[in-house]
């Protein structure tokens, strides 16, 4: 089945740093969504890309699909943004398959 | 608009009690999901519904049920609880169709056995 890497696994920034966090997938996709999942285990969605580059605000995502990887970036990081932040991708039934997530701490 | 809603909130039981958790979504989505987190680890799919009337076993089906009630609601049923199943366990709905598939998270139910 198909496999879904993040990196860096942990990634400790101060306030107003900025980050990239990468999702690498082992075949090919027809999309693509990041998560973030609060200190409070909420699962929040932040992007559904299945290729190309969209922006919310601070973050934006890219999905290169032919080389099989997506990069969410995380601009002036706040105290808000700590979490760990998931990306998934759909197997050949249309079922997610989740990474195991990059956890972010921001410090003040 | 409410999402998906998750009932109840948080769970403790005793080995081999059963127990239902109730999800409802008010998106009229027709796919919905059953997953569980355990501590460090993304989800996994444990059972999911296409389609009213339609469920199919995910990644880890053993020891649960569930039932499609209706397009709106998709419990899922612990029969003889154990330790292993203590988990966090989400529910998630879309709309199914190609090419617009994004999933919907509820707010998850914390489940504890003893």
């Known amino acids: 089945g198909i496999q879904v890497e993040q990196s860096p696994p942990d990634l400790i920034l101060q306030e107003g740093a900025n980050s990239t966090l990468r999702c690498n997938f082992s075949d090919s996709v027809n999309n693509l969504q990041w998560f973030h999942q609060n200190p409070w285990g909420q699962l929040i969605n932040l992007f559904y890309?299945?290729?190309g580059t969209k922006q919310n605000g601070r973050l934006s995502a890219t999905t290169v699909a032919t080389e099989r990887y997506s990069l969410l970036y995380i601009s002036s990081s706040q105290t808000t943004d700590s979490g760990v932040y998931f990306c998934a991708v759909p197997d050949n039934t249309d079922k997610l398959i989740f990474g195991t997530g990059t956890r972010l701490q921001v410090f003040p | 608009n409410a999402g998906v809603t998750q009932t109840p909130k948080f769970q403790v039981l005793k080995t081999g009690q059963s127990m239902t958790l109730q999800c409802a979504q008010d998106m009229n989505h027709n796919s919905m999901y059953w997953y569980r987190q355990d501590p460090g680890m993304g989800l996994r799919l444990i059972y999911y519904?296409?389609?009213?009337?339609?469920?199919d076993k995910g990644e880890v089906p053993n020891g649960y049920n569930v039932s499609r009630l209706n397009k709106r609601e998709f419990s899922l049923r612990l029969e003889s609880a154990a330790p292993s199943q203590t988990s966090v366990y989400f529910c998630?709905?879309?709309?199914?169709?190609?090419?617009?598939?994004?999933?919907?998270f509820g707010p998850g139910t914390r489940l504890t056995v003893l």
């Open positions: 519904s296409a389609s009213e009337g339609t469920t």
């Open positions: 998630a709905s879309s709309h199914g169709t190609s090419g617009n598939n994004e999933q919907f």
């Open positions: 890309i299945p290729s």
